[in-house]
């Protein structure tokens, strides 16, 4: 008990000692912080003048009193105290900080520039007195008296980058982006901390003025110029010029090319073009080249995966050389190189090559892993027709991934049943939404059909999978002859009629629209006759199309397809622009 009782003696003496002023002023700053949270500024402001009349150089007070003269639009107030504060500790920056901006609340430049020149010989070559001063004049929306300010720092301290951040914000509010970038530049130079707030404000500038600034940044020999040349390129839509701007400038430091690639790096990755995923390959490689072999591994993985995306399978191969089978490689990266391996190969269309390799990378890839490599192959080898090789490779696969692309298998063999069966057993979660949509849209087509077997439709879906479109309407229509309009034919007459329209045959697309929309098959026919008149509008045949139109209106009332009918018939009307 002994410790307590001396602190509170401690306590008790430390009170009795001080100055009477100095309590009453230890009771009055947290009433005043009080007063000033609870936003009675009034109370608050009274309160902290209360503490600086005992003691005037409170700098805690005094930015208090600031504060809380400002919601109450009356920040000119402050200048009694803020001279007699300056008074009591005439070297203190935040007291002639607070006087140039009380001076600027009161609207008298003189002052202003008699407090900065007093402050500035007090620290002669700080350029703090002329930043505060320009800021206070910005504050009081006086951009000449800015402009003086960091004008006159410049002139004094002899050196053309100083306050070279602040001129270039100045002007990007004055839309002179020229003068920005060239003031950007020494200012990152001196800060490169400056250098993401430099691109965000270049970034805005309107295209007209994007040569200009990049032109002025191509001219600095240094590699702060370069780059923020590369990332303003990337920001504007040239990723590649983006990365070579970079390389011009890349020196012997691996710390700062590393460092500068791997940010240029993580703004490629926002991006997904085919020139984006080039450009990060290619600094990813960079990258590799410039660090440790036991480093290197993980990057150059990473440069296969974005090269394989952007389509150049070679520059992909040359990353993964070796990777796969090297002992060395750390085994998350191995497998990763294996899975990107074969993943090439498919897209090259070697599938012997890479159903080999798939099946001697096994043992070094997760079962998740494989089986989405080995259905990627199934699906190349559907592409491709050998729809027997596909069957063996896909196996036993019960996931729903492997229910959809065994439906796609039976379905081109012209096995309708089990092809239905197996979309069904699939549902709308296997596959991205449009490969949920395309299984949707084939089941549409092949449930009117009574036949459990029906190979030249098969053989026409799959030339249709495979690009062939002319020869996969052709197939169509031949089916669609043998088939009676409710039972299939119809439906199937539609889907040759959609593809010869995108193919850019419209009178075959018109013949087979007016097929497919028999009265004999209801479901089909409202479809067909929508899909009619929009393609008679495309060969400005309004009025035919408005008689089609009205006709699906007076023929089928109750099909969804209705409202849809009426707006474009408003549009071929003219009541209403079409979109």
Known sequence: MAFPLRTGILAFLVVVAAPPATVAQQGTMPRAFELERRGNYEAAADAYREVLRRAPGDISALLGLERVLLPLNRSADILPEARAALAT???????????????????QPDSMRAVAERWARLVPGDEAPYREWGAAALAGRRREAALEAYRQGRK???????LAAEMAQLAIADGDYATAAREWVPAVRRLPGYRI??????????????????RILSAEPDFTARRLESELRVKWGDPLGGLSSLERGLGPSRGQAVEALRALVDQLRMLRSPDALLAQGRALELIAARLPAEQASRVRLEAAQAYAAAGDRDAARKMLDGLADDRSTPSAVSSGAAGALVTVLIGEGKLSEAGRRLAELRPQMSGEEHAELRRSLVAAYVRQGEL????????????????????WIRLYRGDLKGAMGAFKSA?????????????????????????????????????LEQGDTTAAVAGLEGVAQR????????????LAG??????????????????????DAPATAPAAELALAELLLDRQRTEDAIDQLEHLILTYPESALVPQARRTLDQARGAVPRT
Not at 389 to 397: E, F, N, P, Q, V
Not at 483 to 494: Q, S, T
């Open 156 to 162: 004094r301290l002899g050196r053309s980058d100083v």
């Open 388 to 407: 027997d090789r596909a069957d063996s490779t896909l196996g036993r696969d019960s996931t729903i991934e492997g229910f959809a692309l065994a439906g």
């Open 498 to 519: 959609r593809l010869s329209k995108a193919r850019g045959d419209p009178e075959l697309a018109e013949r087979l629209y007016r097929a497919a929309a028999s009265t």
């Open 89 to 107: 500790d005439p070297t203190s920056a935040a007291l002639h900080a607070v006087a140039l901006r009380a001076w600027a609340a009161a609207d």
């Open 483 to 494: 088939l009676p309009a409710a039972k299939g034919g119809a439906e199937i007459r539609l």
């Open 427 to 463: 549902g709308p979660y296997a596959g991205d939404r449009a490969d949920a949509t395309h299984r949707t849209m084939m089941l549409a087509l092949l449930q009117p059909i009574e036949a459990d077997s029906l190979p030249p439709l098969g053989a026409a879906l799959l030339q």
């Open 197 to 214: 707030t430099a691109v965000a404000t270049l970034g805005h500038a309107p295209a007209i003025k994007r040569d200009e600034i990049l």
